[in-house]
């Protein structure tokens, strides 16, 4: 595969030798000078023998698909031996960046004289990357059914090929479901039975009440897990948490980003990680230490997923309602105006297309190549490298009328929701003198929650509709009723069944308007497994 997006060469091959067979024979033409072009070419060691280019295309996934995976860095090639069958398990093969040369030599050779040869060589491009096989195949099943010394093929009885009719579907089948992939791993390991030198360390503690994962290392981020019903919360952070963060303190900037963070749970006492991340440019492995050592985490109750400064303990505050959070999720069916292909906040993953994760390259250092040096440096250019930020957008955790999540699930703290209306609700008390902070709903009054989210999804339908129009909607379809007397009992009770189910129809998108959105990430599990 050519690729013309690179950038243009502009050095030549000056001269490429070709040793003699013997020294004492001179072969005209033995040096040469060369023109590189500037064509940049794609390498696929492919491991078989190749018969035909076009089956071989196949294999890989064609033309198509091979330029699909080229254009993910991260992605291996994928190969497979019967490329018709679904369940054939893929031979993936790595990505490495490369500097070689493809050159064509062609030699005329005189049928009088076979010493008087000329030879012509041409330089075709360069190859920047090659894909290696250097892993073995996962283990195949095939779709066959064993049973009294017979193989029988189930292809044509599970794979559906063309449109059929429900005996299709209903007739009996042997139980085959094979899982996506039987090794987890495509490289050997020379394993021996070797016994973990961390379990029989004398220096690591052993620990029989953790069973799993015992060889992985815990990440020592030393931060602080409060329930909603510990009777206490901590004044101050871990002595291991402040010696974290001093080694790896070492920048101005990191400095400046510890006072800034600092200022920060001063002038608010709770703060969710993407705000903080909004507000201060650092890098996110950096801000797992430095959040220890001013904050701890809240697990449950209605101030989960969410940082509070060491020592203040909202649930004896009813000033801290403001700094709740709010679990809001883009409902997404036709009874909103909408349905799910029409939302414009497309879904982090999905199902349709997930891949593997044998398909993937392991992050790695790999070799520098030629092409990816970088070019010389005039006088009017610059050597300071480009700044990186790391900070995200105001969107990340402000809302504001007008707009649209970045994402199908976020969690927003009340603070946070630049709305009015939002704010008039918040500011609600409750009639009890007496006020009690509850596990749900915290300072707020019952059911303020479900008001919320009902006054956000308004909005983001408005947005929604001014885009794109929403579906038509079809009048109920009802059966007429008849001159004779007899029928027009029969027609009202095949109305009232239809209003039924029509009813019945509407329960369940109730049911399924607060299901997870597709994609959708859990923000407080993914952060607890950081500091674990």
């Given at each position: 595969?050519?690729?013309s997006?690179?950038p243009?060469?502009?050095?030549?091959?000056?001269?490429?030798?070709?040793?003699?067979?013997?020294?004492?024979?001179?072969?005209?033409?033995?040096?040469?000078?060369?023109?590189?072009?500037?064509?940049?070419?794609?390498?696929?060691?492919?491991?078989?023998?190749?018969?035909?280019?076009?089956?071989?295309?196949v294999?890989?996934?064609?033309?198509?698909?091979?330029?699909?995976?080229?254009?993910h860095?991260?992605?291996?090639?994928?190969?497979?031996?019967?490329?018709?069958?679904?369940?054939?398990?893929?031979?993936?093969?790595?990505?490495?960046?490369?500097?070689?040369?493809?050159?064509?030599?062609?030699?005329?050779?005189?049928?009088?004289?076979?010493?008087?040869?000329?030879?012509?060589?041409?330089?075709l491009?360069?190859?920047?990357?090659?894909?290696?096989?250097?892993?073995?195949?996962?283990?195949?099943?095939?779709?066959?059914?064993?049973?009294?010394?017979?193989?029988?093929?189930?292809?044509?009885?599970?794979?559906?090929r063309?449109?059929?009719?429900?005996?299709?579907?209903?007739?009996?089948m042997?139980?085959?479901?094979?899982?996506?992939?039987?090794?987890r791993?495509?490289s050997?390991?020379?394993?021996?039975?070797?016994?973990?030198?961390?379990?029989?360390?004398?220096?690591?503690?052993?620990?029989?009440?953790?069973?799993?994962?015992?060889?992985?290392?815990?990440?020592?981020?030393?931060?602080?897990?409060?329930?909603?019903?510990?009777?206490?919360?901590?004044?101050?952070c871990?002595?291991?948490?402040?010696?974290?963060?001093?080694?790896?303190?070492?920048?101005?900037?990191?400095k400046?980003?510890?006072?800034?963070?600092?200022?920060?749970?001063?002038?608010?006492?709770?703060?969710?990680?993407?705000?903080?991340?909004?507000?201060?440019?650092?890098?996110p492995?950096?801000?797992?230490?430095?959040?220890?050592?001013?904050a701890?985490?809240?697990?449950?109750?209605?101030?989960?997923?969410?940082?509070?400064r060491?020592?203040?303990?909202?649930?004896?505050?009813?000033?801290?309602?403001?700094?709740?959070?709010?679990?809001?999720?883009?409902?997404?069916?036709?009874?909103?105006?909408?349905?799910?292909?029409?939302?414009?906040?497309?879904?982090?993953?999905?199902?349709?297309?997930?891949?593997?994760?044998?398909?993937?390259?392991?992050?790695?250092?790999?070799?520098?190549?030629?092409?990816?040096?970088?070019?010389?440096?005039?006088?009017?250019?610059?050597?300071?490298?480009?700044?990186?930020?790391?900070?995200?957008?105001?969107?990340?955790?402000?809302?504001?009328?007008?707009?649209?999540?970045?994402?199908?699930?976020?969690?927003?703290q009340?603070?946070?929701?630049?709305?009015?209306?939002?704010?008039?609700?918040?500011?609600?008390?409750?009639?009890?003198?007496?006020?009690?902070?509850?596990?749900?709903?915290?300072w707020?009054?019952?059911?303020?929650?479900?008001?919320?989210?009902?006054?956000?999804?308004?909005?983001?339908?408005?947005?929604?509709?001014?885009?794109?129009?929403?579906?038509?909607?079809?009048?109920?379809?009802?059966?007429?009723?008849?001159?004779?007397?007899?029928?027009?009992?029969?027609?009202?009770?095949?109305?009232?069944?239809?209003?039924?189910?029509?009813?019945?129809?509407?329960?369940?998108?109730?049911?399924?308007?607060?299901?997870?959105?597709?994609?959708?990430?859990?923000?407080?599990?993914?952060?607890?497994l950081?500091?674990?």
């Open positions: 595969m050519a690729d997006k690179g243009k060469l502009d050095f030549t091959l000056k001269e490429l030798t070709l040793s003699c067979p013997t020294e004492d024979v001179d072969v005209p033409g033995s040096s040469s000078s060369v023109v590189l072009q500037d064509n940049k070419l794609v390498c696929v060691e492919y491991p078989a023998v190749v018969n035909s280019v076009d089956k071989m295309l294999t890989l996934g064609g033309v198509k698909g091979m330029s699909k995976t080229f254009a860095p991260n992605r291996r090639l994928e190969m497979r031996f019967r490329p018709q069958d679904p369940f054939c398990h893929s031979l993936c093969g790595n990505r490495f960046p490369s500097s070689n040369l493809v050159l064509r030599v062609r030699r005329r050779v005189r049928k009088r004289d076979p010493k008087d040869a000329e030879i012509h060589m041409e330089i491009g360069v190859i920047g990357t090659t894909y290696k096989f250097q892993g073995m195949a996962d283990f195949q099943c095939l779709a066959v059914h064993s049973e009294g010394g017979k193989d029988t093929s189930l292809y044509d009885k599970i794979i559906l063309k449109s059929e009719n429900q005996e299709f579907f209903e007739q009996p042997p139980l085959f479901l094979p899982p996506a992939s039987f090794s791993l495509d050997p390991v020379d394993y021996y039975y070797r016994p973990d030198i961390s379990q029989t360390s004398p220096q690591v503690p052993n620990s029989k009440n953790n069973f799993i994962g015992l060889n992985r290392a815990r990440r020592p981020h030393n931060a602080i897990f409060i329930s909603f019903v510990d009777p206490t919360v901590p004044t101050e871990l002595e291991a948490a402040k010696a974290n963060w001093v080694r790896v303190c070492v920048k101005e900037k990191d400046q980003a510890e006072e800034q963070l600092k200022k920060m749970f001063e002038s608010r006492p709770i703060w969710s990680r993407n705000a903080v991340k909004a507000n201060i440019n650092i890098h492995d950096k801000l797992k230490l430095l959040l220890p050592v001013f701890y985490y809240m697990v449950t109750g209605p101030w989960r997923s969410l940082w509070v060491l020592g203040y303990d909202p649930r004896k505050t009813p000033d801290s309602k403001n700094y709740q959070i709010l679990d809001f999720r883009i409902r997404c069916s036709t009874k909103h105006g909408y349905s799910l292909s029409d939302i414009p906040v497309k879904a982090k993953r999905s199902a349709l297309n997930y891949s593997l994760p044998i398909t993937f390259n392991k992050a790695g250092p790999q070799a520098a190549s030629v092409m990816e040096l970088p070019a010389q440096e005039g006088p009017g250019s610059s050597r300071d490298p480009v700044p990186i930020t790391y900070q995200l957008k105001e969107s990340s955790y402000i809302f504001k009328e007008g707009m649209l999540p970045p994402h199908r699930q976020m969690f927003y009340l603070c946070d929701l630049d709305v009015e209306s939002i704010r008039r609700e918040v500011e609600q008390m409750n009639e009890d003198e007496q006020q009690v902070c509850d596990e749900r709903d915290g707020c009054v019952l059911g303020t929650t479900d008001k919320l989210r009902d006054i956000i999804s308004a909005m983001i339908k408005t947005v929604i509709r001014a885009h794109k129009p929403s579906l038509p909607e079809f009048p109920k379809r009802r059966r007429r009723v008849g001159q004779n007397s007899k029928f027009s009992g029969r027609d009202h009770a095949d109305e009232e069944e239809q209003d039924d189910e029509n009813k019945d129809d509407e329960d369940e998108d109730e049911e399924d308007e607060f299901e997870p959105s597709e994609g959708s990430e859990n923000e407080m599990e993914t952060e607890i950081d500091y674990m």
